[in-house]
T-cell receptor, first 115, second 112 residues
């Protein structure tokens, strides 16, 4: 079965510093997609970044970037120049067409940015 | 405005009383799905739909039903709710299965 693991339940970072959130997954598939979603206290889920497994290049969106290591099945999220508005729950997610199209989420990492 | 709308936002009900949580999207998305979010467990997919009249079970489908008669609507039905279905529920839609998911505002359900 495909699984997604986020081993850091909580993290904190000082404003303007850099923080990395880890995510590992397990699959035997070669074609799949990975996502990071953010859930601020408002509870609205928002896409942070998306990575296609067949692309070697790591995805980047402004201050957010990923380190995608396909062989190691690792998909970490780096937040640079952390801002107070980055305080949120972050979820890693996976989907593949391997006979089903189920979305699998990790258990989340609660990130607090400190002033 | 492009959005996913789910209603109600909050609901308290009693065990066994059938309820429906509605979900509608105005983006012509093909893929829609329902999730429940519980502390320490993240989001777990209940059901998903690849397109009209095509639905399939996610990881936690027991006690839930869905239908997809129209592209825009994907209601979640609890025929006989039980206290273990107390949770925060999200509906989401994507253009297709591999693209960004847009989420509704969430429904906080309490079953007493």
């Amino acid at each position: 079965a495909q699984t997604v693991t986020q081993s850091q339940p909580e993290m904190s970072v000082q404003e303007a510093e850099t923080v990395t959130l880890s995510c590992t997954y397990d699959t035997s598939e070669n074609n799949y997609y990975l996502f990071w979603y953010k859930q601020p206290p408002s509870r609205q889920m928002i896409l942070v970044i998306r990575q296609e497994a067949y692309k070697q290049q790591n995805a980047t969106e402004n201050r957010f970037s990923v380190n995608f290591q396909k062989a190691a099945k690792s998909f970490s999220l780096k937040i640079s120049d952390s801002q107070l508005g980055d305080t949120a729950m972050y979820f890693c997610a996976f989907i593949s067409p391997s006979g089903t199209y189920k979305y699998i989420f990790g258990t989340g990492t609660r990130l607090k940015v400190l002033a | 405005e492009a959005q996913v709308t789910q209603n109600p936002r909050y609901l308290i009900t009693v065990t066994g009383k059938k309820l429906t949580v509605t979900c509608s999207q105005n983006m012509n998305h093909e893929y829609m799905s329902w999730y429940r979010q519980d502390p320490g467990l993240g989001l777990r997919q209940i059901y998903y739909s690849m397109n009209v009249e095509v639905t399939d079970k996610g990881d936690v489908p027991e006690g839930y039903k869905v239908s997809r008669k129209e592209k825009r609507n994907f209601p979640l039905i609890l025929e006989s709710p039980s206290p273990n279905q107390t949770s925060l529920y999200f509906c989401a839609s994507s253009l297709v299965w591999s693209t960004e998911a847009f989420f509704g505002q969430g429904t906080r359900l309490t079953v007493v």
